[in-house]
């Protein structure tokens, strides 16, 4: 038993030895040097970043203590990536508006990009709450926008539930696999940072396409996951066709998971999310990740330009503590939103990593 302690602490020392190597090599590149997505959530007294109540960006449906929620232990936590060479840097709104001057950022997607548009700007509000800002919203385009007018900043969400098209025709509703005319507003964009994912399982009164069409072929219904990834494909395609890698950097938000199935982290009793106060426990979720995320990361591989993804995946899966449950929006919910975050809360988290990525020097 001696031997084999001795033997893994030295292979422990070896991997740190390794480690340390690496960031004496790339001081300047300490987040692309570490897996800022492998951690684990500690209590951190200094969190949360904003108070929700002061912030007037924040949605009511993710605003959870004013919709009551009676335990307030979540928003306390800080995610504290693994390793020797992986310190994230503070959100620090100055210097963000500073570093983007003159430029712009889109958060594209469906309403889990909302979450995290509204988490960033009340980031930003909350370091910076005299700064006057403008609001432009093109309803028709499903498009909103905040120019910080100081830094000539805009902080900007579309909302698209697909990424590709859905056009009425004839026939009825049908989404295109292999059409995206929405992109015109993602053209001149600085960083953009796109998600889709939760309403591709959606069935029923509440999907808002009747057909699907795949080159020539109209379909009734198909696989969502064989759907979702071609959607991806012609989405990598208009990236490689339309973005310059020296003007524009693309993020991928990653697939942000639920919790409505207790079996999956050990409570096979637990009504979906309702009353989870606390993370898991260390960093490894006990169920499976989705299936959605292999077919993501399947296309990211093939798009040429650069794509960063922002891996939120795991580290939100410990967070069943973060979602609104019956403190959201209520009926509209069915009492039972385990699919959003509350704000302030885990998409704060999302947002420091992006903040930590965006201005990483070799991104670009
Ligand atoms: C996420 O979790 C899965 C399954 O536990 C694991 O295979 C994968 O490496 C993890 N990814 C990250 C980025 O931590
Ligand atoms: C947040 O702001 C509200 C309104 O000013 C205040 O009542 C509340 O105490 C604040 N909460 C915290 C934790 O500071
Ligand atoms: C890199 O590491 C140094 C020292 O640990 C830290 O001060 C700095 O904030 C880190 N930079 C980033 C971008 O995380
Ligand atoms: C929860 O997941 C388990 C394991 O995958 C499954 O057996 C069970 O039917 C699921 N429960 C619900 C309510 O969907």
Redesign the pocket.
């Known amino acids: 038993m001696g031997v084999k302690l001795l033997l893994l602490l030295l292979l422990h020392l070896v991997s740190i030895i390794v480690i340390n190597g690496e960031l004496a090599a790339h001081?300047m590149n300490?987040?692309s040097r570490c897996d800022v997505f492998q951690g684990s959530w500690v209590l951190d007294r200094s969190y949360p970043l904003y108070n929700a109540s002061l912030c007037p960006f924040v949605g009511k449906e993710f605003d959870c203590l004013k919709n009551k929620r009676p335990d307030q232990q979540y928003l306390h936590y800080r995610w504290q990536p693994h390793g020797h060479?992986?310190?994230?840097?503070r959100f620090d709104g100055p210097n963000f508006l500073e570093k983007l001057r003159g430029k712009s950022i889109m958060f594209v997607g469906d309403s889990l990009s909302k979450n995290h548009w509204l988490s960033l700007l009340c980031m930003i509000h909350s370091s910076l709450p005299s700064t006057p800002y403008l609001v432009k919203i093109s309803g028709a385009n499903g498009i909103t926008a905040y120019t910080f007018t100081d830094y000539e900043v805009k902080v900007i969400y579309h909302h698209s539930l697909y990424l590709v098209d859905i056009i009425k025709e004839k026939i009825g509703r049908v989404m295109k696999l292999d059409s995206i005319t929405s992109g015109k507003h993602w053209l001149d964009i600085d960083y953009l940072v796109f998600n889709t994912w939760h309403w591709w399982t959606r069935r029923g009164p509440t999907q808002p396409f009747d057909f699907i069409q795949d080159g020539e072929k109209i379909y009734k219904d198909m696989d969502r996951l064989v759907a979702f990834g071609k959607a991806l494909d012609t989405w990598g395609r208009w990236v490689d066709d339309n973005i310059d890698p020296h003007k524009s950097k693309v993020f991928f938000q990653g697939i942000s998971p639920t919790h409505y199935n207790g079996t999956n982290w050990g409570e096979p009793k637990a009504q979906a999310c309702m009353g989870q106060k606390v993370p898991v426990p260390g960093s490894t979720y006990p169920g499976t990740s989705p299936a959605s995320l292999a077919v993501l990361k399947k296309e990211l591989k093939t798009v040429k330009k650069p794509v960063t993804l922002l891996d939120i995946t795991n580290l939100s899966l410990l967070r069943k503590d973060g979602h609104p449950s019956k403190y959201g929006l209520g009926k509209k919910m069915s009492g039972r939103d385990c699919s959003h975050w509350c704000l302030a809360g885990v998409p704060d988290t999302w947002n420091i990593l992006l903040y930590?990525l965006m201005?990483?020097k070799d991104q670009l």
């Open positions: 001081k300490n987040v060479a992986c310190s994230l840097s930590n201005f990483s």
